[in-house]
């Protein structure tokens, strides 16, 4: 576990509708569910409360590129969502490729015996556990945080 860097991270999924929010332990062994936010202008607010509440070192935003690696309407939201996030509560954030998550999650909840419909509560959840933990297994096998950081200059206010 060299180079891994102690401390709670916050994985966020996301979405036009909801915002999954994970968390890890400071020692980063495992990704769990925290809650689903609606998506609307108090979602950076909700964040922030669990800022105060958590003292994360840091957000791993999940960032939804294309299967060819390239940018979509939903990546250009994330990243704007992402910027604002780290403006609000000055938390860095780390963008983290997060092709499949959203399947990999729905997967999971297949198998554990749940229907799509009756998962659409906890999916976002679920997602941004997969990608928290991606993220922590990316690190602790490297040595390097997975994604990128937001440069100051791309944040909003």
Excluded: W
Excluded at 58 to 86: C, K
Aim: glycine share 8%; aromatic share 2%.
């Amino acid at each position: 576990m060299s180079g891994f860097r102690r401390g709670v991270r916050l994985g966020i999924d996301v979405g036009r509708a909801r915002v999954g929010v994970a968390r890890c332990d400071p020692d980063g062994m495992l990704a769990v569910p925290v809650e689903t936010v609606p998506r609307s202008e108090t979602s950076i607010d909700r964040l922030a409360e669990l800022v105060a509440e958590y003292e994360p070192l840091e957000f791993v935003v999940g960032l939804p590129v294309n299967l060819q690696g390239t940018d979509t309407a939903s990546t250009v939201d994330a990243r704007e969502f992402a910027a604002a996030l780290q403006s609000r509560t000055g938390v860095p954030v780390r963008l983290v490729d997060e092709r499949l998550s959203t399947v990999t999650a729905h997967a999971a909840l297949r198998s554990s015996g749940r229907s799509q419909k009756n998962s659409r509560s906890i999916v976002d959840q679920i997602a941004a556990v997969v990608l928290l933990q991606q993220a922590i297994d990316m690190e602790k096998s490297t040595g390097n945080p997975a994604g990128a950081t937001i440069p100051h200059d791309e944040e909003s206010a």
